[in-house]
């Protein structure tokens, strides 16, 4: 199986308040996205064939948008169940409600089961914003280093345990900064070993982020330093892995033509101009991917 995952981040807000959304008003957003997205890669299976076929096309939406884009793809696809976008949720708490116990006191907490109820299906755990978000907070109460890293791997193991237990599939992701690339290797297998541990891996895929290399002037890893990251993840873990760097028209036949990859996450698919995310473009970047993939 091969995945194209899409983590749409905070991109419905609208430009006049500082984000990238141009598409429509928030409160259409998710539907307008998940409509254009099911229907689109519709077609695209229709016409690319064979090749699209292996792949899952899961979507990270922020919380208030799986709602509306679930009643689309139920509209365009008979049931969500049947749609080939599949809705994520980003990120979960850490515990969750249980039956003979805590019911649901979890207030501005985002738990496995409510987002289960919402008909997601994958949930993107460990993204490096989020590893940032729960570094800080440790970091501004005076926390050892060493002991945030610790601290930061079990949060996430238990978010993944409590995704599992509600029937979620896991992107989980992992990478190193520019001052861990000299032990690369150490700092990819503690966050295997440590934020995996206990957990079933036959329905997790690992997204791998260079962080050195993401962001603005930043020099992006070559198809071959990809390549030996992903053998070496796959050493360490087996489960599939996808290119977490960003995935974008540009790049999208040279990693696609990475055999060790097994797919990889689109975030904004403009960077210049009226930058953002746009439906269409993220069909062309899918399509590329694919060609590169299959060596059309």
Not at 46 to 54: I, P, R, S, T, W
Not at 215 to 239: D, F, M, R, Y
Request: net charge negative; proline share 4%.
């Amino acid at each position: 199986m091969k995945y194209i995952f899409l983590n749409l981040k905070r991109f419905d807000i609208q430009r006049n308040f500082g984000g990238v959304n141009s598409l429509v008003s928030p409160a259409e957003w998710g539907s307008h996205i998940a409509g254009e997205l099911e229907e689109g890669l519709g077609s695209l299976v229709a016409k690319e064939g064979q090749e699209l076929g292996e792949y899952q096309f899961p979507v990270f939406f922020p919380e208030a948008h799986l709602i509306p884009a679930g009643q689309a793809l139920e509209a365009k696809a008979g049931t969500s169940a049947t749609a080939r976008v599949q809705l994520g949720c980003q990120s979960i708490y850490s515990q969750d409600v249980e039956v003979g116990g805590n019911f649901g006191a979890f207030t501005s907490l985002r738990t496995a089961s409510a987002m289960k109820q919402l008909n997601c299906q994958w949930v993107i755990i460990g993204h490096s914003e989020e590893r940032r978000a729960k570094a800080s907070v440790m970091t501004m109460a005076g926390a050892d280093p060493d002991k945030v890293i610790s601290v930061q791997h079990q949060l996430l193991n238990k978010e993944i345990l409590c995704a599992q237990k509600a029937g979620l599939k896991v992107l989980y992701c992992i990478g190193e900064s520019a001052e861990d690339l000299p032990r690369r290797r150490e700092v990819l297998q503690r966050q295997l070993e440590e934020g995996l541990a206990g957990v079933d891996t036959a329905n997790v895929v690992l997204g791998y982020e260079p962080l050195w290399a993401i962001g603005p002037g930043k020099t992006p890893p070559t198809a071959e330093q990809i390549a030996q990251v992903t053998a070496e993840v796959k050493s360490l873990c087996p489960c599939p892995v996808v290119y977490g760097g960003g995935l974008k028209k540009e790049n999208a036949q040279s990693i696609g033509s990475i055999k060790e990859l097994d797919g990889g996450l689109i975030a904004l698919t403009r960077f210049t101009g009226d930058i953002g995310f746009y439906p269409q473009e993220y069909l062309e970047i899918v399509s590329t991917y694919v060609k590169g993939a299959c060596g059309c």
